[in-house]
């Protein structure tokens, strides 16, 4: 599976080098997987003159059936969670989000893709911390378990003995 961060980032740097279906071509073809599929069929699409709707439908069409179409109301995350290319949902919907511009109006894509990046990048980091916090809370009750019956077998039941025998 692609990571989001890496193919939002070779797609700013190779739409800055030559049009927008090379681009996703030569991206779609060095990530590989169902994700580079996605992008290379995308950007096959819109070379043989599909509009933007079409070639990201051409997308989901090449997919397995029962499969929801990358379509207009695609924007960053559009996909996630819910049905989509069994690849990687979020990062089509993404890329297709942010370079819908780009196709459409002439807008540069490159800081689009790296605001983008950025963005996934803060996400992923916001979910790694909230999966420690959470794993820390889980072991606290095991290691409660093993150390507290520890902790007075050697700790309290000597001192418990040896106080009691000194009283005797």
Do not use: K, N, Y
């Amino acid at each position: 599976m692609a990571d989001a961060g890496v193919v939002l980032e070779l797609l700013a740097v190779a739409t800055s080098a030559t049009s927008l279906p090379d681009a996703l071509r030569v991206v779609g073809d060095a990530v590989g997987g169902p994700t580079g599929l996605g992008l290379t069929t995308a950007g096959a699409a819109l070379v043989l003159g599909a509009g933007w709707d079409e070639a990201w439908a051409t997308v989901s069409a090449s997919a397995d059936e029962g499969v929801a179409p990358v379509g207009s109301r695609l924007g960053p995350g559009a996909l996630r969670g819910g049905r989509g290319l069994p690849a990687t949902p979020s990062v089509l919907g993404l890329v297709a989000g942010c370079l819908r511009p780009a196709w459409e109006q002439g807008a540069a894509p490159a800081s689009a893709l790296r605001a983008a990046r950025d963005r996934h990048d803060r996400e992923a980091e916001a979910r790694a911390v909230e999966a420690a916090e959470r794993l820390a809370v889980r072991v606290v009750v095991p290691l409660g378990l093993c150390l507290l019956p520890a902790f007075v077998l050697l700790g309290l039941v000597p001192t418990v003995i040896a106080l009691g025998s000194g009283l005797l």
